[in-house]
């Protein structure tokens, strides 16, 4: 029962992922800005908008501007959308400058910390 809820919240995660990149909703705009169509920026855009909806799928919404309190693992879900955010370039995204845990020469990929397949 529990691996059949995994995967079904998987699928759906997914299918949310896939639907932002061709139609993404309009919160998620507002978020990210529209898809770049540089190859490059369009990958960041992915990861930024698979944190997004990673975030949207285990809490009900988009991230907050400002970071969770008392909830350890929202909080790190919470910095990994940020990260990914930061990876856009954007400074326009209305959101409280509150920095993350890791440092300017950390290369991973942010949506490593929502434990994503790739």
């Known amino acids: 029962m529990e691996r059949e809820l995994q995967a079904r919240r998987a699928g759906a995660r997914e ?10 909703a309009e919160d998620l705009n507002l978020a990210l800005g529209q898809r770049p169509e540089s190859p490059l920026d369009g990958d960041r855009w992915d990861t930024a908008a698979r944190a997004y909806e990673t975030y949207r799928q285990r809490y009900g919404q988009l991230p907050e501007t400002s970071e969770p309190r008392n909830d350890i693992e929202r909080q790190r879900t919470w910095r990994a959308t940020r990260d990914a955010t930061d990876e856009l370039g954007r400074d326009d995204l209305g959101r409280d400058d509150l920095g993350s845990d890791t440092g300017p020469g950390d290369l991973r990929d942010p949506a490593d910390d929502l434990g994503l397949d790739s």
């Open 15 to 24: 299918d949310a992922i896939v639907r932002a990149a061709h139609d993404p």
